[in-house]
């Protein structure tokens, strides 16, 4: 299932409340300020805070 990035306009950072940068390369939505990884499995974008991967 490809991810719909229409979403993008409607979800933000649970944290930090900022828009998200969609990462297809990692299949993943970024969060800059909060620097997180949200992964996206089947499509759907996985917003929970703890299953986010830290970015350096």
């Not at 933000?12 to 300020?33: F, G």
């Not at 909060?34 to 830290?54: F, T």
Request: hydrophobic residues 40%; neutral net charge; charged residues 30%.
């Amino acid at each position: 299932m490809e991810f719909n990035k229409e979403i993008l306009k409607s979800i933000v950072c649970p944290l930090s409340k900022e828009r998200l940068i969609y990462d297809e390369k990692n299949n993943c939505l970024i969060a800059q300020t909060s620097k997180l990884a949200y992964p996206i499995k089947e499509g759907i974008p996985i917003m929970i805070v703890e299953e986010a991967k830290k970015l350096d």
